[in-house]
């Protein structure tokens, strides 16, 4: 975990209502697939935006966003050559193990970017299949990121793009016909997440799920952001997770 | 470089920059980045007697110029503190304060109790606006001000004890006075501003709890007028905080009458606020010819009506 003051190169909107922005780090850096960065937006916004790192080249760090409040609105708008701080890599991350060969990556929405850092980090040397689904053909992006993945089913809530279903729905359908991946990653929105987690714990499915919490400092110290474990205990959402054994935390 | 040093009742300070409670943990992810070290002190996330798992989330919300959280006292309870944190912190260099909260007068003389000796200084907390049982009972009306203090007091042989006033009464002046009749040897505020954010689109508040305390820059000059009412109306030390992010912002409260500062919504916008305004504070002391920090506090003139 480092400040950077990072200068946007590149700010762009990329499907419906979701941006993608670029910044330079003053130093090359690494992180894992899953991680995320706490984006100062400046204004009179007081706290951060935590937001999914989904690519990173040398000192070049991708994060994708959904504009929904006036934070990300003001994210938006900050030009090309601007900058500002950025506080990364937090949390803990995706981890594959050795002999976990077979990955299946299930998200929605913006949950799909911290899932394409996993295609960027473990293409090529796992077996990836990806289910993402979208509300819509407007909301489609990311598909060449995904020409990465062995298998690829995009799905959408209205059918205007792929097959009428989510991304779980579609993830059943190939479970029925006899895919057995060794382990699930996922994020998306709740309703998503906790059909997932009936889904993979009635087939006894390893699956790791990444959390969005609002959060305050980002960095583990303020027990904004928490998240229940089955063991009664709460967790921090941006420290111990985002990304969390799905039998060990209720959605 | 001016002399920056503090003396809080007895206690002192390297710098009169305290990180406040529930902001910083027990500094641990913060030392991350920085030697902790190096700040004046460190108030304790909010203890308790019993581990409390606080509030359902959301537990924070924005709005221009200021945030809402209403986390509700999580805490491990005073014992793990004990156990697993207060070494590692007193080792770091940095002044100790814990901030303790209880339901009954008996928690906090417990709690009171078992830090005697322990810590640097307690920080009473008996106004939490997030709990119901967070001691908030005791910060509104003077007489419980002055009974909560006077029974925690009696818990405490060694360590000095600051209690941390309510803005959300009809005369912080006169609570603080309370603290002060109840035997505090200095008071500490603001806390939190009891306030609401609504999703509209939801129609219900942002927050899970409804209602969350108000902090950051926005809340500054509400905080400055009130520590100047209450440095003018106490014998005892006064510690400021409420929006402070910068240096100047610091100096106002000094010079409002505050002998050190407490810095913590600051932390989340820039989590080396609090080294900056270290830092800000010895080359403004240096600019103006001020030679000890602790010469700048109360030195406020009115105008002239």
């Not at chain 1, 706290?47 to 994210?75: D, H, M, S």
């Not at chain 2, 504070?281 to 920090?293: E, Q, R, S, T």
């Amino acid at each position: 975990m480092k400040e950077y003051q990072a200068v946007i190169v590149e700010n762009k909107e990329i499907a419906n209502g979701i941006c993608s922005v670029t910044f330079a780090l003053p130093v090359a850096t690494k992180v894992r697939a899953g991680q995320f960065g706490d984006i100062a937006v400046g204004g009179t916004h007081l706290l951060r935006r935590p937001i999914a790192i989904c690519k990173v080249e040398e000192n070049l760090v991708t994060f994708c966003y959904q504009v929904k409040g006036e934070g990300t609105q003001r994210l938006k708008e900050m030009k090309v050559g601007e900058e500002t701080s950025v506080l990364m890599p937090l949390g803990n991350g995706f981890f594959v193990e050795e002999t976990e060969k077979e990955v299946a990556l299930v998200g929605g929405g913006v949950g799909i970017f911290p899932l394409i850092s996993v295609l960027r980090e473990y293409a090529g040397k796992k077996t990836i299949n990806a289910y993402m689904g979208f509300r819509n053909k407007g909301a489609v992006c990311g598909l060449e990121e995904f020409e990465k993945a062995d298998k690829f089913v995009g799905v959408t809530d209205d059918g205007s793009y792929g097959e009428k279903m989510n991304s779980v729905q579609a993830f059943a359908a190939d479970l029925e016909k006899g895919y057995r991946p060794d382990v699930v990653l996922s994020c998306g929105p709740l309703p998503m997440l906790k059909a997932l987690k009936k889904l993979v714990e009635e087939k006894n499915i390893p699956c790791y799920v990444s959390l969005e919490e609002r959060m305050g400092c980002g960095i583990g110290a303020c027990l904004v952001c928490v998240c229940d474990l089955s063991s009664g205990a709460k967790a921090r959402v941006c420290k111990d997770g985002p990304v969390f054994n799905v039998t060990e935390v209720e959605l | 470089m001016a002399n920056l040093s503090v003396n809080l009742c007895g206690v002192a300070l390297k710098n009169p920059v305290i990180a406040a409670s529930g902001t910083f943990g027990f500094g641990r992810e913060f030392h991350e980045l920085y030697d902790i070290g190096t700040l004046g002190g460190v108030s304790t996330k909010g203890l308790t007697n019993e581990l409390r798992l606080g509030n359902p989330t959301p537990r924070i919300a924005e709005s221009r110029g200021v945030i809402l959280n209403a986390v509700g006292l999580q805490n491990p309870g005073v014992k793990h503190f004990i156990d697993y944190d207060l070494d590692w912190l007193k080792g770091t260099g940095t002044a100790v304060i814990a901030n303790v909260a209880g339901k009954t007068l008996e928690d906090y003389q417990a709690i009171c109790e078992t830090l005697d000796g322990k810590v640097d200084m307690i920080e009473l907390n008996i106004s939490c606006p997030n709990v119901k049982s967070g001691g908030m009972a005791f910060g509104i009306k003077p007489e419980t001000v002055e009974e909560v203090t006077r029974v925690a007091k009696s818990g405490l042989k060694k360590t000095p004890l600051m209690v941390k006033l309510s803005p959300n009464v009809e005369s912080i002046a006169t609570n603080a006075l309370a603290a002060q009749s109840g035997g505090a040897d200095c008071v500490s505020l603001i806390n939190t501003l009891t306030g609401m954010a609504i999703d509209i689109e939801r129609r219900k508040p942002i927050i899970a709890n409804n209602t969350g305390g108000v902090s950051g820059a926005g809340v500054k000059p509400i905080a400055v007028r009130m520590v100047y009412e209450v440095a003018q109306a106490v014998k005892i030390p006064v510690v400021g905080m409420g929006g402070i992010t910068r240096a100047e912002d610091a100096i106002e409260f000094l010079m409002a009458g505050a002998t050190a500062v407490q810095v913590g919504t600051a932390n989340f916008t820039d989590p080396y606020a609090m080294p900056k305004i270290i830092q800000g504070l010895d080359a403004w002391c240096d600019k103006h010819g001020v030679k000890n920090v602790s010469e700048l506090t109360g030195t406020l003139t009115l105008n002239q009506r």
